[in-house]
């Protein structure tokens, strides 16, 4: 393994730990804020 791969893995690792983070710490309203910014974004990419 080279060392930008090193550095590739390491950055997804500390993202996905970020990511698993804030997703515990997601309430019930803020999964419906979620559901409705995915529906706006599902029309746009239809609209294109």
Do not use: P, W
Request: hydrophobic content about 45%.
């Amino acid at each position: 393994m080279d060392d930008d791969s090193i550095v590739r893995i390491t950055e997804f690792i500390h993202a996905l730990k970020i990511f698993i983070t804030a997703a515990k710490r997601l309430k019930d309203e803020d999964m419906r804020y979620l559901k409705q910014i995915v529906k706006m974004m599902e029309k746009k990419m239809e609209g294109n």
